[in-house]
């Protein structure tokens, strides 16, 4: 799909690879500067280095300070942030049990990345589009977060407070010029996928 998006600049999370990297690709395609940006530092800047003017960022979702740091060195290098992607995500791969056999740790760690990461990326993007008076949130959710999958529990659970989190985003931020969309794909092959 071609649009016009000169001028624009755009902030993909979990941009090193699989389904970020083919989002923030298609952004850059499409004339948006696009800011990679990702908990592999060192793979979100092989990434941004494939497009011409992409630039990466280390930044981990589940620490505040980073994303806040993030933000601002966006704003500070390219003036604005007029679309964050949300793409950042985990599950798991060796915790495919039943709830009561899930462990706590690992539903910590996926909901502090799939769920709470998108609250503070989305906080500190909403605080510079509210002051433009304009932006787009994407949030990228997933099938699983309307029709649950077994043995998924902590990955269904993030995806559907994604899909709901959305909605609530939408009403809240809409009359301040800000647009949130969200997206629920379902199995795509990326290298996650494939181990």
């Given at each position: 799909m071609k649009c016009d998006l000169t001028g624009k600049v755009s902030l993909v999370t979990g941009a090193a690879r699989g389904i970020g990297q083919a989002i923030a690709n298609r952004l850059a395609a499409n004339g948006s500067q696009v800011v990679f940006t990702d908990v592999d530092g060192e793979g979100a800047m092989l990434a941004s280095a494939q497009v011409a003017g992409g630039v990466s960022l280390r930044m981990d979702v589940t620490q505040s300070g980073e994303v806040q740091a993030a933000?601002?060195?966006?704003?500070?290098?390219?003036?604005?942030?007029?679309?964050?992607?949300n793409n950042a995500g985990v599950n798991t791969m060796k915790h495919r049990v039943t709830i009561d056999q899930f462990p706590r740790e690992e539903w910590d760690r996926i909901l502090a990345v799939d769920i709470t990461g998108l609250f503070e990326v989305s906080r500190a993007a909403a605080t510079v589009m509210r002051v433009q008076g304009s932006g787009r949130i994407i949030n990228i959710a997933s099938i699983v977060g309307l029709v649950p999958l077994r043995l998924q529990c902590a990955f269904v659970a993030a995806k559907a407070g994604v899909v709901n989190l959305t909605r609530a985003m939408a009403l809240e931020l809409g009359p301040l010029g800000i647009l949130v969309n969200g997206i629920a794909p379902g199995s795509t092959?990326?290298?996650?996928?494939?181990?």
């Open positions: 933000i601002q060195q966006t704003v500070e290098q390219f003036g604005r942030l007029d679309i964050l992607v092959l990326t290298e996650g996928t494939r181990q």
